[in-house]
């Protein structure tokens, strides 16, 4: 069998692809992987430091709107469906599996064409045009959302990677604090804006910062690479207040395992990925969403707020003075994080990636065993 996946562009699209690629080789090890991108997607790294093939098609933008745009999207796609379709022959492809995106749409043309089954992965509530159009190409549609309406989806949650959809917490949380020179006894607020750090996270986080260590609430902040600050690193991490709780500062969090494990509360941004992420291993957190686009972020978020499991505020409300109004008593509230951390499990789904792979088997006409256990739609993930 040989599987093309289609969702570069960026890592909300790509990380899902490699988490399935990943389950699909669990199962069966000779299964062929392809995955599709273009020259200016992050897909150009990622997936071959996963080892992965990647091959690569035209860029055709999409309007994110029903817009006079949409009207021209046929005639600029057309080179790229048949460059997409050239792909599909080479390596003749028994499935395609479209996360949305500008790679998604011309392999759900170049899928139909050649007549393979399509299997399509919303990951937002609010799904995109590629993915729009492909719901109607096939019945085989999961979702990241149990608030996403695209027609005929199914919830799953997100494919994760491995060492999160695995993760037991407290089990690792010694290992994590050591990593990252916390204390294992002390409650952890977790901040992270994504690869690049957020602005307004990280002044309200600084500036906050003596009044949490003062409460003896440790924090774990990913600033992002340009904002980090050696020097002032390690002046916050001396532990202000007379508490010896720390603020400890790191460019970039590559292993996000460690860093779940090491926290009871998170301080984040509402991606699609990161909602999952954070639902999935029972974590409580305090959304931001970017006021950005169609508040998609707003919306990834309010499935777990609902079930208990966090909270959001905006972002131009999101102060010093907010922070320590409802933060501070939070971190310090064992048997409330407790709660919110199981209503964020109950929620959030470990076995996406198995879940999607029992879909894309189904679409192929087969059914190997389940290498990693046993999995179904839709049943919940396992708290941490």
Same mark, same amino acid.
């Given at each position: 069998?040989?599987?093309?996946?289609?969702?570069?562009?960026?890592?909300?699209?790509?990380?899902?692809?490699?988490?399935?690629?990943?389950?699909?080789?669990?199962? !069966?090890?000779?299964?062929?992987?392809?995955?599709?991108?273009?020259?200016?997607?992050?897909?150009?790294?990622?997936?071959?430091?996963?080892?992965?093939?990647?091959?690569?098609?035209?860029?055709?933008?999409?309007?994110?709107?029903?817009?006079?745009?949409? &009207?021209?999207?046929?005639?600029? =796609?057309?080179?790229?469906?048949?460059?997409?379709?050239?792909?599909?022959?080479?390596?003749?492809?028994?499935?395609?599996?479209? $996360? @949305?995106?500008?790679?998604?749409?011309?392999?759900? $043309?170049?899928?139909?064409?050649?007549?393979?089954?399509?299997?399509?992965?919303?990951? /937002?509530?609010?799904?995109?045009? *590629? /993915?729009?159009?492909?719901?109607?190409?096939? !019945?085989?549609? *999961?979702?990241?959302?149990?608030?996403?309406?695209?027609?005929? @989806?199914?919830?799953?949650?997100?494919?994760?990677?491995?060492?999160?959809?695995?993760?037991?917490?407290?089990?690792?949380?010694?290992?994590?604090?050591?990593? $990252?020179?916390?204390?294992?006894?002390?409650?952890?607020?977790?901040?992270? @804006?994504?690869?690049?750090?957020?602005?307004?996270?990280?002044?309200?986080?600084?500036?906050?910062?003596?009044? &949490?260590?003062?409460?003896?609430?440790?924090?774990?902040?990913?600033?992002?690479?340009? /904002?980090?600050?050696?020097?002032?690193?390690?002046?916050?991490?001396?532990?202000?207040?007379?508490?010896?709780?720390?603020?400890?500062?790191?460019?970039?969090?590559?292993?996000?395992?460690?860093?779940? *494990?090491?926290?009871?509360?998170?301080?984040?941004? @509402?991606?699609?990925?990161?909602?999952?992420?954070?639902?999935?291993?029972?974590?409580?957190?305090?959304?931001?969403?970017?006021?950005?686009? /169609?508040?998609?972020?707003?919306?990834?978020?309010?499935?777990?707020?609902?079930?208990?499991?966090?909270?959001?505020? !905006?972002?131009?409300?999101?102060?010093?003075?907010? =922070?320590?109004?409802?933060?501070?008593? =939070?971190?310090?509230?064992?048997?409330?994080?407790?709660?919110?951390?199981?209503?964020?499990?109950? =929620?959030?789904?470990?076995?996406?990636?198995?879940?999607?792979?029992?879909?894309? $088997?189904?679409?192929?006409?087969?059914?190997?065993?389940?290498?990693?256990?046993?999995?179904?739609?839709?049943?919940?993930?396992?708290?941490?």
């Amino acid at each position: 069998m040989h599987v093309v996946l289609a969702g570069g562009g960026t890592a909300g699209h790509i990380e899902p692809a490699l988490s399935l690629a990943d389950a699909l080789r669990r199962r !069966d090890p000779r299964i062929g992987i392809t995955a599709l991108g273009t020259t200016k997607g992050l897909e150009t790294r990622l997936v071959p430091e996963r080892g992965y093939d990647l091959e690569l098609i035209p860029a055709v933008p999409l309007p994110r709107k029903p817009t006079s745009e949409l &009207f021209t999207v046929p005639s600029r =796609l057309a080179g790229t469906v048949r460059r997409a379709a050239e792909v599909l022959d080479k390596v003749g492809a028994d499935v395609v599996v479209g $996360f @949305g995106g500008y790679v998604a749409l011309p392999a759900y $043309f170049a899928a139909r064409r050649r007549a393979v089954p399509i299997v399509l992965h919303e990951a /937002n509530v609010r799904p995109g045009l *590629a /993915n729009r159009v492909g719901a109607r190409m096939t !019945d085989r549609i *999961a979702t990241g959302s149990p608030d996403c309406r695209i027609g005929g @989806g199914r919830y799953i949650g997100m494919p994760l990677r491995r060492a999160l959809a695995t993760l037991d917490r407290a089990a690792l949380r010694a290992e994590a604090c050591d990593a $990252f020179g916390l204390e294992k006894d002390r409650p952890t607020l977790l901040v992270y @804006g994504g690869s690049q750090g957020a602005r307004r996270l990280n002044e309200a986080v600084a500036a906050a910062a003596p009044t &949490f260590t003062a409460g003896g609430i440790q924090i774990l902040h990913a600033v992002g690479r340009a /904002n980090y600050d050696e020097s002032a690193q390690h002046a916050a991490a001396a532990g202000e207040g007379g508490t010896g709780a720390r603020y400890v500062t790191v460019p970039y969090l590559d292993r996000m395992d460690l860093a779940y *494990a090491a926290a009871d509360l998170v301080l984040c941004r @509402g991606g699609a990925m990161t909602c999952a992420e954070v639902a999935a291993v029972g974590l409580p957190a305090a959304y931001v969403p970017l006021p950005i686009g /169609n508040g998609e972020q707003r919306l990834n978020a309010q499935p777990v707020v609902r079930a208990g499991g966090g909270l959001i505020v !905006d972002d131009a409300d999101l102060t010093a003075d907010w =922070l320590t109004r409802e933060l501070v008593p =939070l971190a310090q509230d064992h048997e409330k994080l407790e709660r919110m951390g199981r209503a964020a499990a109950e =929620l959030g789904r470990r076995d996406a990636d198995e879940a999607l792979a029992d879909l894309v $088997f189904e679409a192929a006409g087969s059914n190997p065993a389940v290498a990693a256990g046993p999995t179904g739609l839709g049943s919940p993930g396992a708290g941490a």
